[in-house]
């Protein structure tokens, strides 16, 4: 390999918004990294869904192209 290409490989803290706090190695420039969704509280791991559509844009989509997609028997 060539010598001094490589960027710096460094730990990082990692915070997620449920407040879980963890250590990884990284080489991004930051030590400090803020993340919406980990392991903890993502629905996947913790097989519990969360509801995120609050400002009812399913609704808001169905109102404006429901029509489009109904087929006529």
Request: one cysteine or more; hydrophobic letters at 25%.
């Given at each position: 390999?060539?010598?001094?290409?490589?960027?710096?490989?460094?730990?990082?803290?990692?915070?997620?918004?449920?407040?879980?706090?963890?250590?990884?190695?990284?080489?991004?420039?930051?030590?400090?990294?803020?993340?919406?969704?980990?392991?903890?509280?993502?629905?996947?791991?913790?097989?519990?869904?969360?509801?995120?559509?609050?400002?009812?844009?399913?609704?808001?989509?169905?109102?404006?192209?429901?029509?489009?997609f109904?087929r006529?028997?």
């Open positions: 390999m060539k010598q001094n290409i490589h960027p710096n490989y460094h730990e990082v803290n990692v915070s997620c918004s449920c407040g879980n706090k963890f250590t990884t190695q990284s080489t991004m420039e930051k030590e400090d990294f803020n993340i919406e969704v980990c392991s903890q509280c993502h629905p996947f791991y913790t097989g519990k869904q969360k509801i995120v559509d609050t400002a009812g844009r399913v609704d808001k989509f169905n109102q404006k192209y429901g029509n489009m109904k006529n028997v």
